[in-house]
């Protein structure tokens, strides 16, 4: 060492120019700070520094240190560097054992770099000489001497400032060399040592040192205290104990042994951790700092630390990447469903629009409507694969409250963030594929309606400033793509529904089910029953049975679960090592399922009198509904049974009083509608049914049975008549048609205006059938009533009758 202090004054000082810039290489330092005249080693971590510092010992040149900004970068800029520096002398260069290498430099100027005139090698910067502004002797004369006094008191504590140092520093009369050579004999800060270091006033770089040195004063006191009372247990204690005694001493001037304390400075480091926008942050620290005024035991230090929880740890602005790649959408919605073509285009257009308009665009709000297993929530699963996002679930069947879905106020006991925030703390994102289920389950009491909170939620207008009870801060949903599945729209609020871009997902034809079957299911529960090496098939005819005497649905789901019934039972005989069927027909699924749950339903086989086929569609499809109408000796009246609902009784008067308005047409006498009732009848009684669907099958059969014209059983229709025997159009068409379809019924009439309803149709079931479109009830009737019996109507036969009866007892005198 002593070698490499004398080689300090072999080497001179930089002469500047003309301009006042001197030019020499530079050494960055990584959180060191050299100042004037202090003698210091640095590391030398890269080769182009080695090199620098060898050329500068080689021609004896002074070098610039200077403290990085951050990491050192492969290329420096001025950016990366603190533009004060220190002209440094290199006196010796040293190989640590380790073979790192250390130079042992000494300060001499401070210099303000202004340009890197050389890159390659080593960097060679120019740099500005920074003069010392200095100040009269009287002025410093007392900062002076207050420093000397608090330096020479901190020597006292601090036994690494050696007696040289402090001698040094007393024969000194410069204030600001004074102050360069306590600032480099203290521990200080880096960003203390670098605001010295910028410092060119010297009273007030001296100034800055006193209250440095007064900090500490405090610090080497309290520590000499603490020493004290150790010392005084040393006496009667063990080594052990001595050391343990100093760590509660310690612990107990710092705060650290208050297990509340302890617990705050950990609140403290969630919030720095949890990167919150700047208003969250703010408002987390005002919670911290009510919760650091409190007692520890006070109610209200959980529900404060709770909160704060929560602010940490939901996600405000990390987010998954979209994957817009639209080849890989369409194969991954392709591999998990079968068909669902609307939705899956509706998907793929939603990618390409990101995809073009970035985050121009507001994500849409789906709704997918349709009856029970059609895989409404698992495609919400299959679009968050196919975005790369992340994907999650609510189920809102039977939410009553209000506060379910936004919060309770923090006013409550154990209050929390409503069921939104609670799932987007377990997204971890911002913009997951969120999927709201069964969102027409939502009931209402007093307590509010869930419904109506879910209007802010999913208004692409509000949601970006999401306002749930318990965070009372806003939160930014506009980046979740939320996906909403229902079985029926009739429950939602119109606001609600207003909201929602509805998809309609039809119920499966039975090719579509059979296909599913072969695709997906089959594998799936070969697998997770561990039938996957038996090769064990299903026959069409088998899996045809399966659907339409086991199943009674539009989805796939019981469908699967009989698969499931099938294949457990195959597992067990794999288990008992008992042979097991290669193929599964449709003659063994009685040895499997039991008898068939349900019966195959077939329209009437033979015209009848009063008896008319219509079509209706339900949760579970399409199905077909025979109409029976009987007219009896009465008063007139009407009976409907059947357990119809009050839409379709009123549909039931109003095909009645069509017949009644135009009885003249058919040679219907006036007297009939008064001398007999009307009896209304649809079977499967235990069945609600409801619907205006049902008019025009209404109509045809109560005037088959005035009238005594038989109706056509090869025909099947459905549509809404009105008083004057208007065709209205009518819903469900897709799942009506399959209906008719499997009923093997080959004359299907329906309104003109639902014409364009049969695009949705596949077109094998579109060739099975024949479609009439009809605008007036008259063309249902030249459709599907046969002419009338040649012997006339049995009950003009009667009434004739009765006339004779009448006439021969008068004429014999008889009353």
């Known amino acids: 060492m002593a070698t490499g202090i004398k080689d300090f004054f072999k080497i001179q000082d930089a002469v500047p120019d003309a301009n006042g810039l001197i030019e020499r290489p530079l050494i960055p330092l990584r959180g060191l700070v050299v100042f004037p005249n202090a003698v210091m080693p640095i590391d030398v971590p890269t080769p182009p520094v080695l090199s620098a510092i060898q050329i500068a010992l080689l021609k004896k040149q002074t070098v610039i240190g200077a403290a990085l900004r951050g990491p050192a970068p492969s290329l420096i800029t001025l950016d990366d560097l603190h533009p004060i520096g220190t002209e440094m002398a290199v006196g010796h260069l040293m190989r640590l054992p380790d073979d790192r290498r250390n130079a042992l430099v000494q300060g001499r100027r401070r210099v303000q770099i202004v340009e890197i005139v050389q890159s390659a090698l080593y960097p060679i910067v120019r740099a500005r000489l920074l003069d010392e502004i200095s100040a009269p002797l009287d002025e410093t004369q007392g900062i002076m001497q207050a420093v000397l006094e608090r330096f020479q008191r901190a020597a006292e504590f601090n036994s690494s400032i050696s007696e040289d140092v402090l001698a040094y520093a007393l024969d000194l009369a410069n204030p600001g060399a004074l102050a360069d050579l306590v600032a480099a004999t203290l521990t200080l800060p880096f960003d203390e040592r670098l605001r010295l270091l910028e410092t060119p006033d010297e009273n007030q770089r001296l100034q800055h040192i006193a209250d440095l040195l007064g900090q500490e004063l405090q610090m080497l006191e309290l520590k000499d205290e603490i020493s004290s009372q150790v010392q005084q247990e040393m006496d009667r204690s063990q080594r052990e104990v001595y050391l343990r005694e100093q760590m509660r001493i310690i612990q107990t001037e710092l705060g650290e042994q208050d297990f509340f304390q302890q617990e705050i400075n950990e609140v403290r480091e969630l919030i720095l951790k949890a990167e919150l926008p700047p208003e969250i942050h703010d408002k987390a620290t005002r919670e911290l700092s009510r919760l650091m005024m409190m007692p520890p035991m006070a109610p209200e230090v959980g529900m404060i630390r709770t909160y704060i929880d929560w602010l940490t740890a939901i996600p405000w602005a990390k987010q998954s990447e979209d994957n817009l790649n639209l080849a890989n959408a369409e194969r991954i919605l392709n591999a998990d469903h079968y068909g669902l073509p609307k939705v899956k285009e509706r998907i793929l257009e939603y990618i390409a629009v990101r995809k073009l308009a970035g985050s121009r665009m507001k994500s849409p709000i789906l709704c997918f409507v349709g009856p029970p297993g059609v895989g409404k929530t698992s495609l919400g699963r299959s679009i968050a694969r196919a975005l790369g996002r992340e994907f999650v679930r609510v189920s809102l069947g039977g939410v009553r409250d209000e506060a379910e879905i936004r919060g309770h106020r923090r006013t409550y006991i154990g209050a ?61 949903l506009s980046k979740v793509l939320f996906i909403t599945t229902a079985n029926d729209l009739d429950p939602l609020p ?53 659907i339409r005497s086991y199943t009674y649905e539009g989805g796939v789901r019981n469908l699967n679960r009989e698969i499931a019934n099938i294949a457990r039972k195959v597992a067990r005989r794999v288990a008992e090592n ?69 839409v379709m009784q009123e549909s039931a008067q109003t095909a009645l009083s069509y017949v009644r308005s135009r009885a003249s047409d058919f040679d219907l006498p006036h007297d009939d509608f008064e001398n007999y009732d009307v009896h209304v009848h649809l079977p499967e009684g235990a069945v609600p049914k409801d619907g205006p669907s049902a008019g025009i099958t209404l109509a045809a059969a109560i005037l088959s049975a005035f009238t005594e014209c038989k109706i056509r059983s090869s025909f099947a229709m459905t549509g809404e008549i009105t008083l004057r025997g208007k065709v209205l159009p009518v819903g469900g068409i897709k799942e009506k048609v399959l209906a008719a379809r499997r009923a093997h019924i080959p004359n299907v009439i329906l309104s003109s205006q639902n014409k364009k309803d049969l695009v949705d149709i596949p077109p094998e079931a579109l060739k099975d059938l024949t479609f009439y479109f009809v605008d007036d009830m008259q063309q249902v009737l030249d459709r599907v009533l046969l002419p009338p019996p040649p012997e006339g109507r049995r009950r003009d036969a009667e009434r004739q009758e009765n006339e004779k009866s009448e006439e021969a007892l008068e004429a014999a005198g008889e009353p």
């Open 578 to 646: 008992k042979p097991i069927p290669r193929r599964i027909t449709a003659a063994r699924l009685m040895d499997y399922l039991g008898p068939p749950i349900y019966t195959h339903q077939f329209a009437n086989q033979e015209d009848a009198v009063g008896l008319a086929t219509g079509l209706v569609w339900s949760y579970d499809g399409g199905d077909i509904s025979v109409i029976e109408v009987a007219i009896l000796p009465g008063k007139g009246n009407l009976t409907l049974t059947g357990q119809l609902g009050e």
């Open 494 to 546: 119109p606001a609600l529904l207003d909201r929602l871009e509805v998809i309609e997902f039809s119920g499966y034809t039975e090719e579509e089910k059979i296909a599913i079957a072969r695709h997906f299911l089959l594998p799936n529960q070969m697998e997770a029953h561990g039938l996957a090496g038996t090769k064990l098939t299903f026959e069409t005819r088998a899996l045809q049975e399966i």
């Open 416 to 476: 929390l963030p409503g069921r939104i925030i609670q799932t987007m703390r377990r997204a971890g994102t911002i913009n997951p594929v969120f999927v709201l289920d069964e969102v027409d389950k939502l009931g209402m009491d007093f307590r509010g309606d869930p419904s109506s909170a879910l209007l802010e939620v999913l208004d692409p207008e509000q949601n970006h400033a999401y306002s749930d009870h318990y965070l009372e801060v806003p939160y930014d």
